[in-house]
């Protein structure tokens, strides 16, 4: 009777969380479905189970010249936006982690505040700091946004990685005549790999789906996939098979490449969880 409860208990468990992931996994098939549909199908009510696909959305969001441009402002901006905040919040957490001061837990939590603060709430300063400074439908705009964004969080997620490192060994590698540059680089970095990846990716991610600022600082220079996706709602309608498609595109290289590191991520966020 034991083994038949537990089962069955597990069995519960399995069909719970496969129709989870299908639940939270509907809106992105949906989304890849409706760029193979023309734009009557697309919009019709009921919608249409059954139709014929179609490669014209595709093609359409193709033939655009700027589709390119878009991407690589995608890239370009997320890649540096994630590499600079790591560069600052590895020393940050180091310090915190392992020098920390009286203030140190009230400066952790004063960063970790500021993500509670509506983006809109900082708009018009950022906006008249940013055109004052020439960094206004700039990379180097967004880039410094992202990464100030992103910094309580990639400095919190370090902070953590590193507490789980024993300071022994630290200490082992200052009795062997290694530097604080060393300490860091040498000893503490390849210990920590695990979590500085995938804090890496976090971030990358979280720069990748960033539409709020690139929206509002970005008009045609600077502005990556998000602002190309919002261009196909107009003032002439909303297409929606052709932001489907847009969408489809925008989205499934960070899915692929969250899901070809899925294994670093989910050995980093488990980093120090077992002793």
């Known amino acids: 009777m ?18 989870i992931a299908l639940w939270m996994f509907f809106p992105i098939l949906w989304m890849f479905l409706t760029g193979f549909k023309n734009e009557p199908d697309a919009i019709s009510t009921p919608p249409h189970l059954f139709f014929s696909p179609t490669l014209s959305s595709y093609r359409d969001v193709f033939a655009r010249e700027d589709y390119w441009h878009f991407a690589t402002n995608s890239v370009v901006i997320s890649v540096l936006a994630t590499v600079v905040a790591l560069l600052v919040s590895i020393p940050a957490a180091y310090a915190m982690a392992f020098l920390p001061g009286p203030r140190t837990r009230m400066t952790l939590l004063w960063m970790l505040s500021t993500r509670m603060l509506p983006p809109v709430g900082v708009l018009v300063p950022i906006y008249l700091l940013a055109r004052a400074t020439g960094l206004l439908d700039s990379r180097t705009g967004l880039i410094v946004i992202y990464m100030l964004t992103n910094l309580p969080i990639t400095v919190w997620m370090l902070y953590t990685f590193f507490r789980e490192v024993p300071v022994p060994i630290l200490e082992a590698g200052r009795m062997d005549g290694a530097t604080r540059w060393q300490e860091v680089t040498q000893v503490l970095m390849p210990l920590a790999l695990p979590g500085i990846a995938s804090t890496g990716l976090l971030s990358l991610i979280l720069c990748w789906n960033e539409t709020f600022w690139s929206l509002n600082l970005t008009s045609s220079i600077a502005a990556p996939l998000t602002t ?47 002793k």
């Open 228 to 274: 190309f996706i919002a261009s196909f709602s107009s003032p002439e309608g909303l297409f929606f098979a052709k932001l489907s498609a847009a969408s489809t595109l925008a989205v499934a290289p960070i899915m692929v490449f969250g899901w070809a590191s899925q294994k670093q991520l989910v050995r980093g966020l488990t980093f120090g969880a077992v």
């Open 2 to 19: 034991a083994r038949t409860r537990t089962r069955l208990r597990q069995g519960v468990v399995t069909i719970l969380g496969w129709a």
